[in-house]
């Protein structure tokens, strides 16, 4: 590194083999380095692979996200804290192939996160089953949204008229071992809008951001709670979440979640040291 003296003042930027920056109101030039680091330790990649499925997911259900997450200002986006907050969970390792492919394993990700009290639910007998109770009311695409809101604002603590239920599903094709080729999961999600004036019928509400490539669900009423059945769970493995929101834009508030899955079988492999080697050996 040397001190650069020059008869036009302030001297900044790079040649062909120097970087000049300004220090003190000196000009100082250093040696650009000859080559760029890029360190493959175990521990290193560890940190780099799991950050794969995390984001390969993102980009897929992105669309559903952006308004999931409390305190999106400024650099915060739904991004940033999908990340942050899925980081935490059991890594999900990938090779390199199937990260440039964008394949993904349904993992239980956090789908929002808010001050609202979180919706429970788990998957019983073929269906995603709620704590959100509906009573006695025959729920099916028929079923007018004014209908659902006024059942579900009497019967739940905490719901009030024009709060948003948001339901997500995804499903995947099942596979029995590592070597088989992981297929790209499919999605679908509504938005209910709770609004005791909506005579809109559950079976016309769109489906979010035109992200679906699967036969739209349908809700209905299991012992008294809001569900949803799936199908075929022998062939494909599903994943599933409520959201509660209330709101709109930067002000919204919502519960938080996080995807249930139907069966872990083929997360649990992901997660386990075969599939890590695996995925490190396809790095080197």
Known sequence: MVKVKSSFGKVSGKSVNTIYYEVNGETIGRSKPTKMGNPKTEAQMKQRIKMNNILNTYKYIKG???QNFEGIIGNKNASSFFRSYNLMKTPVWLTNAQKESFKFVLAPYVVAQGRITSVNYEFRDGAFISDINVGDLEINDQTEERILSSIICRNNEGWTNNDSLQVILLRQKRVTALDEEIAHPTCCSI???????????????????????????????IDGKLAVRVADTEEYSYAFSVVHGRGQGRDKIVSSQQL?????????SYCGEE??????????
Do not use: H, W
């Not at 249930?260 to 649990?268: F, N, V």
């Not at 599939?275 to 080197?284: H, L, V």
């Open 275 to 284: 599939a890590f080697g695996k995925a490190y050996e396809s790095y080197k």
């Open 64 to 66: 559903y996200l952006q």
């Open 260 to 268: 249930c899955l139907s069966d872990t079988a083929l997360y649990d």
């Open 191 to 221: 938005v209910v809008s709770l609004d005791n004036t909506n005579a809109t019928k559950i079976g016309e509400i769109p489906v979010l951001e035109s992200l679906s490539n699967m036969s739209r669900f349908s809700l209905c009423n």
